[in-house]
């Protein structure tokens, strides 16, 4: 009974995803369709036809609608950037020792004979750094597409373009 229970849930799955409608298109995407324009019939009995000629010494290039027309796609971008940076910073510091009632203060023992090592012993204090930087820095790029487009025509304007 479970294995029967789990075809049925199965099936039903199924049956339930063909309920699925398909998504909407945008209609900017839809396909272009030339317009038909019924050919002038003009009867005028005579072999030439105006508009239908051709000449044995012109090449083959599109003019007409329903000609092909092989587009060419070429592009081609480069970029280049380069960078440099030097940072330098010196920083000095000096504390002045303090007088306090008059007197500045010694770090001797008192009652120890001062040692040489020992003079000189204040709060006085220095202190320097120095920090530097340089660094440099460059990135390339470049892009290319090519590809191909055959399109028909669709329409002739007055001043020559297709379309």
Do not use: H
Request: hydrophobic share 35%; with cysteine; glycine share 10%.
């Amino acid at each position: 009974m479970n294995k029967g229970l789990t075809g049925l849930m199965i099936l039903a799955a199924i049956l339930m995803s063909g309920c699925n409608t398909a998504p909407k298109r945008d209609p900017m995407f839809a396909p272009v369709r030339p317009v038909y324009t019924k050919p002038q019939v003009v009867n005028n009995g005579a072999i030439y036809q105006a508009g239908q000629e051709r000449t044995w010494f012109e090449d083959m290039r599109a003019r007409r609608v329903g000609d092909l027309i092989t587009v060419k796609l070429v592009e081609r971008t480069e970029g280049s950037k380069e960078a440099n940076s030097e940072i330098k910073k010196t920083q000095d510091l000096s504390i002045t020792n303090p007088t306090i009632l008059g007197s500045t203060p010694q770090f001797n023992v008192p009652g120890i004979v001062p040692l040489a090592s020992n003079n000189g012993n204040t709060l006085a204090s220095t202190l320097g750094s120095t920090s530097s930087f340089k660094g440099e820095g460059d990135a390339d790029q470049s892009n290319e597409l090519s590809g191909s487009v055959t399109v028909t025509v669709i329409e002739v304007l007055p001043n020559g373009y297709l379309v």
